[in-house]
Every structure is written in C-alpha cells, then in structure tokens.
C-alpha cells in the first residue's frame, strides 16, 4: 500500500467528474486500499478517488470513533434523501477550512462493496453528511461550493497564501 497526493482546492482536476467503475479488477482494490491508507494518514474520515486524482467512482469512509469500521462504496448513488441538517464541515482538499454547510439528514446509498455485491446503506447523522460530501466529489463538486462567493474568495486567498509560506 502507498499513500496517495492529495489535490487542493482549486486545483482544477478536482471539478472534473469521475466515471462509474466497470470492473472492479486489481487496480481498483489497489485504488481502494491505498485510499484507506490515505485518509486514515491524512487524518480524515471520507476520501473520493477524484480527491487522489483518479477519475473513478470510488469512495472510503470511516466516521467510526476507533477507525476500524471501514466502507468502501464503488459508483455510489444516492436513491433517497429527507430532512435537513447543519453542520460544520471541512475536507482534505481544503485543509484547515471548516464552515456551515446544509445538506439532508438523511440519505440512503446504493453501491458495490469490494466483492461486487449491490448494497444499500440508510444514514443519518455524521455518516448521512459523510456520504453526500463525498459523492459530491464524484460529481466534480466541493463543499465550498455550498458557500457564499465572497467566502469562497477568502478560502482561495487564505490558501493561497498557505501555499506559498509553505513553498
């Protein structure tokens, strides 16, 4: 396993959205383990493969409290949605930036497990919020989206200039 670069807010590629998976073959495990591996080190709780520069439908996930209870969801699609929530939400491609964001309370996803198996997974809470930020990756969209376009601004400019103290 390896970890993975992680893209940062703007860059470009990650507005581009990922293709259904055709076949879950070698790479795409290799894809997953090494996304786990990712995110775990990151530290995170979700990473979509777009996030790691790969254009492929994929997703990890483990909001667990002891980090052992990990999901990987393959072309997830959510079916239902009800409710509304507010959370404070940040991402591993904009790091250090945390903000409000409103997204349903609850979902339920359809995908591929690693064994090709269809599942469905109902959630509320933490994973239900989980779920809809990273299939949003997906679809080529960030949190910030969800945003004010001065907000947005500000996000660029403070990272920016992260960037460049760092550089």
Do not use: W
Request: charged residues 30%; aromatic residues 2%.
């Amino acid at each position: 396993m390896s970890l993975l670069p992680i893209l940062r807010f703007p860059d470009p590629r990650l507005k581009k959205p990922a293709a259904p998976v055709r076949e879950i073959d070698e790479n795409i495990l290799r894809l997953a383990r090494d996304m786990a591996e990712t995110m775990y080190e990151a530290p995170g709780i979700g990473l979509a493969a777009p996030q790691v520069d790969v254009l492929h439908r994929v997703v990890v996930i483990d909001v667990s409290d002891t980090r052992d209870e990990l999901l990987t969801l393959i072309n997830p699609e959510i079916v239902e949605s009800e409710g509304k929530q507010t959370g404070e939400e940040g991402c591993l491609s904009v790091p250090g930036i945390y903000d409000r964001v409103e997204r349903a309370e609850r979902v339920v996803v359809r995908y591929l497990d690693l064994e090709r198996c269809r599942k469905t997974i109902a959630a509320d809470g933490l994973l239900a919020v989980c779920l809809q930020h990273e299939i949003e990756h997906l679809d080529g969209r960030i949190f910030v989206e969800h945003l004010s376009r001065l907000k947005q601004a500000r996000i660029r400019a403070k990272l920016a200039k992260q960037a460049k103290i760092t550089a």
